[in-house]
Structure formats: C-alpha cells, structure tokens
C-alpha cells in the first residue's frame, strides 16, 4: 500500500523564480508586489490547491471558483507575509545548507517509515517532485530561523514575573492535581447486545485519531454528551470530581494522550488529556508557568515584528 506523506510543514509557495523572462511572467497574471518581488496568480492557487484542499473538498466549476474567492485574500496575506519574512532573512544574511535540508528530508522519512522511493511517490500523489518539496522544506527552515533571530531569542522570561504570575492565579494552581480532559462518549445502551455495535464505532474514532484527525472535531460529531458542543472539552477535574471510572483512566495518561475506549455505568468514553497542573506549589509549576509566559511574549513579539515588516514595505495588491 502506498503512504500518503503527510503535510509535516505548513506548505509556502515557491518563491517567484528570479531566472523567468519578463515575457514569461507577462503570461502569469501578478496577484501582489512585495517590495521588489511579485507574486503570481498561479502561485497563489497552487498554495490554495494544497492548503485549502479540505476546504475546496470536492467542489467543481462555479462552486469552486465561489469557495476560492473567499479564501484567496486571506491566502494572499499569508503569502505576503512570509515573502517579507524571506526578504528580511536575506538581509540578515542567513541561509540553509544542503546538510539541513537533508536532514529535515531524513527526519520525516523516519519518523513516517518512508524510505527514499515512497517519499518520491508521495510527493508525487500531491503533485510535486522531491525538487518542489527540498524547495518548500528550505523556505521553512529559514523561516524559522529569522523567526528565532528577529524574535524568539530576543525573549527573557525572569523568575519575578512566574512568581507574580503565580501569586495572581493561585486558583488556577490549585495545591491539588488536576487535569483537563476532553471525551467522547456513547450512552450505555439498554440492550446488552448493543454494546459490540457502540465498541465498533469507538474503534473507528480511535483509529482515526491515531491518523491525525481531531479529537475535538470528532467529539463534536459523534458524542452523546452535552460537552460536544464544546469540542468534547470537560474543562479540569482533580480527585474525587468525576466518574471513578474515568479518573482513574485520565489520571494515568500523559498530555495530549488519548485513552483507549473503556466503560463506565453511564456509558463508553474516549479520552484525552489536554492540559495537567501539578500539585506542590510553584515549584511543580514553574516551567509550566514559564512556558505560558514565554508563548504569550513570543506571540505578541511576533506580531509586531510582522507588522514592523509590512508597515516598512511596499505592498501593492491587485486582487
């Protein structure tokens, strides 16, 4: 059987090759200018054709044109986005080894059980040849690295601010264990000889999250509980809070660890575990605190620095 390649990175266009004649780009309609670069309609729908696959489904003709005009501007921006975000990284001067890009290719064909061949294959199953795809994995990497120069490394997090953090939710971090589950959950049938059928299905879900699929988004669909409106989210519970059947199953997972399907009186439950708070004070939750502090501080950083880009850019759409 042939394997599908997953999407391990956020696939970008090409960047406009610098090689094409002026005649050339003339037959490609320039959907945006970003500084000196421009970006081109058939380069925006290749992006859309690959990212907005689930959203495009399998509409056809008008429908499809309708579903593209709604996403293609937001599309558009992001394509934008990390044009500037390339340009800057050239200024700074860095770039990305062959060695890395080898090694990026090396890490997904082991982590996904790929050798050489199959990778080509897959490649070629999304339209792209392993050429297309060192491209897009290079752009990453150095996207990621501008990202850590301009940004991330530029972020101190001091031991004040996780105490004062700490003293202000002190709620939140409760001296006892607790942990924020999701579920999905199948009521507990009247006919005995039901209950076969209902494991049936479970297994399926668990089958497709083991594939990727969301847990949350298959909880809104499946699940007899009221929290499926909520994506299946119970929020924390600690000991003694909810089913003993459940505690004892969720209390032994890791975070992001979905449970096997398992019975309690009320019925069958798939779990996961979203989030844990450890007991013990701030000593058991000062990394935790740490990393939300940092993300928040990455996340505002970001920002900025993205929109220091485009404010310092020329930009003209022709959308």
Same mark, same amino acid.
């Given at each position: 059987m042939k394997k599908k390649l997953p999407v391990i990175f956020i696939l970008i266009a090409a960047i406009f090759n610098s090689e094409m004649t002026c005649a050339a780009a003339l037959l490609d309609r320039v959907v945006a200018t970003? *500084? *000196?670069e421009? @970006?081109?309609w058939s380069e925006l729908m290749n992006v859309i054709a690959v990212e907005g696959k689930e959203y495009l489904g399998e509409a056809t003709g008008k429908e499809r044109d309708e579903k593209i005009k709604e996403i293609e501007r937001s599309f558009l921006d992001n394509l934008i986005e990390s044009k500037l975000q390339i340009q800057e990284a050239r200024k700074m001067g860095l770039d990305v080894s062959n060695s890395e890009i080898d090694g990026a290719v090396d890490e997904i064909k082991e982590k996904y059980g790929l050798t050489g061949e199959s990778l080509v294959t897959s490649l070629k199953a999304e339209g792209?040849?392993?050429r297309d795809y060192r491209e897009r994995l290079s /752009? &990453?990497?150095l996207l &990621? +690295?501008?990202?850590?120069?301009?940004?991330r490394n530029n972020i101190v997090i001091a031991? +004040? /601010?996780i105490e004062e953090y700490y003293q202000a939710n002190r709620d939140k971090y409760h /001296? +006892? /264990?607790r942990i924020r589950i999701? &579920? @999905?959950?199948f009521a507990g049938p009247e006919d005995e000889s039901q209950k076969a059928d209902i494991e049936a299905v479970a297994k399926e879900l668990t089958g497709r999250i083991d594939k990727g699929e969301e847990f949350s988004k298959l909880a809104s669909e499946f699940s007899e509980d009221p929290s499926r409106q909520f994506g299946g989210d119970l929020g924390y519970i600690s000991r003694g809070s909810a089913l003993k059947e459940v505690e004892d199953i969720a209390f032994t997972l890791k975070t992001g660890e979905v449970s096997s399907p398992f019975w309690s009186p009320a019925g069958l439950h798939i779990i996961k575990v979203e989030d844990k708070i450890e007991g013990g004070g701030i000593g058991k939750v000062r990394d935790t605190i740490k990393g939300n502090l940092f993300q928040k501080a990455f996340q505002a950083g970001y920002y900025d620095w993205k929109s220091g880009l485009r404010e310092k850019a020329y930009i003209r759409i022709k959308l």
């Open positions: 970003v *500084n *000196n421009v @970006i081109t792209m040849t392993l /752009e &990453q990497i &990621q +690295k501008v990202i850590n120069y301009a940004v031991d +004040k /601010e /001296e +006892k /264990e999701r &579920q @999905i959950f």
